[in-house]
T-cell receptor, first 114, second 114 residues
Framework: AQSVTQLDSQVPVFEEAPVELRCNYSSSVSVYLFWYVQYPNQGLQLLLKYLSGSTLVKGINGFEAEFNKSQTSFHLRKPSVHISDTAEYFCAVSLDTGRRALTFGSGTRLQVQP | ETGVTQSPTHLIKTRGQQVTLRCSSQSGHNTVSWYQQALGQGPQFIFQYYREEENGRGNFPPRFSGLQFPNYSSELNVNALELDDSALYLC?????????????FGPGTRLTVL
């Protein structure tokens, strides 16, 4: 079975500073990787995904992530954050099969301070 | 193209009761999944329906059941509610072919069990 570990439960950062949210996964087979964002009292919105190809993936709102197979990591980065980026961020994996059920990490709360 | 909608937005029940939550999939999507997100945790996969048949289930007891209708809307039913069933319930739909790798989430139904 696959699992996802998000190493930081909370990440405080000042506005316009860079940020990295860490995600490690475990799986014995190929997986697809995702980052979702959840704003207060809302559902999940897809930020970006890695299916195959280039290991550097660019998403919405200026976010990007790099897939590192040897380290089984998929860290999310943004070079300059805004107050509006304050939200909960979830890393998720799904198997490279038809079912595509997502396994989520426990989430990282990004708190952007002025 | 309409997004994923869920109803109701909030619901309060007492222990032992039964509840039905509803989801309307994104237009053209024939697969729907349901997730439970307890407070402070990542979503957990409950089950998935494809063309009105359950084709995947997470680690949830049989009192969690579902239906998918010909128009691809769906229901999540929970019998004999327990306090630990209090959570945000999310449904997600996905399409076929090139769209099968991305799940679109609804805003969720917040269930409180007293």
């Amino acid at each position: 079975a696959q699992s996802v570990t998000q190493l930081d439960s909370q990440v405080p950062v000042f506005e316009e500073a860079p940020v990295e949210l860490r995600c490690n996964y475990s799986s014995s087979v190929s997986v697809y990787l995702f980052w979702y964002v959840q704003y207060p009292n809302q559902g999940l919105q897809l930020l970006l995904k890695y299916l195959s190809g280039s290991t550097l993936v660019k998403g919405i709102n200026g976010f990007e992530a790099e897939f590192n197979k040897s380290q089984t990591s998929f860290h999310l980065r943004k070079p300059s954050v805004h107050i509006s980026d304050t939200a909960e961020y979830f890393c998720a994996v799904s198997l490279d099969t038809g079912r595509r059920a997502l396994t989520f990490g426990s989430g990282t709360r990004l708190q952007v301070q002025p | 193209e309409t997004g994923v909608t869920q109803s109701p937005t909030h619901l309060i029940k007492t222990r032992g009761q039964q509840v039905t939550l509803r989801c309307s999939s994104q237009s053209g999507h024939n697969t729907v999944s349901w997730y439970q997100q307890a407070l402070g945790q990542g979503p957990q996969f409950i089950f998935q329906y494809y063309r009105e048949e359950e084709n995947g289930r997470g680690n949830f007891p049989p009192r969690f059941s579902g239906l998918q209708f010909p128009n691809y809307s769906s229901e999540l039913n929970v019998n004999a509610l327990e306090l630990d069933d209090s959570a945000l319930y999310l449904c997600a739909s996905r399409g076929t072919a090139g769209g099968r790798n991305e799940q679109f989430f609804g805003p969720g139904t917040r269930l409180t069990v007293l």
